[in-house]
């Protein structure tokens, strides 16, 4: 599986991005996505998750209400709709590919395939 992020950037505080993450290699139906991010000097941190027909999500409690996690398979790509953004929400941020069966999982170990990852950097 080869995943290509893309639609980071620069923006103020309180204003929205959306990435996006187009898949290729496998069919892009059969496994879950994860969104991850790390800040500089941080470890990676939980975003938000998937299932593979896109009816089960699941979030990191720091952008519960604010990002919203979607996905087209009819497109092979992974939105990450970012609201309501802060500064602390800066960080590179990492698409994923779960090929296991089971809910859209938080840990990154459980991942099998990641992206290049995309910076997003939000000002005060």
């Known amino acids: 599986v080869q995943l290509q992020a893309s639609g980071g950037g620069l923006v103020q505080a309180g204003g929205s991005l959306r990435l996006s993450c187009a898949a290729s290699g496998r069919t892009f139906s059969n496994y879950a996505m994860g969104w991850f991010r790390q800040a500089p000097g941080k470890e990676r941190e939980f975003v938000a998750a998937i299932s593979r027909s896109g009816g089960t999500t699941n979030y990191g409690d720091s952008v519960k209400g604010r990002f919203t996690i979607s996905r087209d398979n009819a497109k092979n790509t992974v939105y990450l709709q970012m609201n309501s953004l802060k500064p602390e929400d800066t960080a590179v941020y990492y698409c994923?590919?779960?090929?296991?069966?089971?809910?859209?999982?938080?840990?990154?170990?459980?991942?099998?395939?990641w992206g290049q990852g995309t910076l997003v950097t939000v000002s005060s």
């Open positions: 994923a590919a779960d090929l296991s069966m089971g809910f859209p999982s938080r840990t990154v170990d459980e991942y099998d395939f």
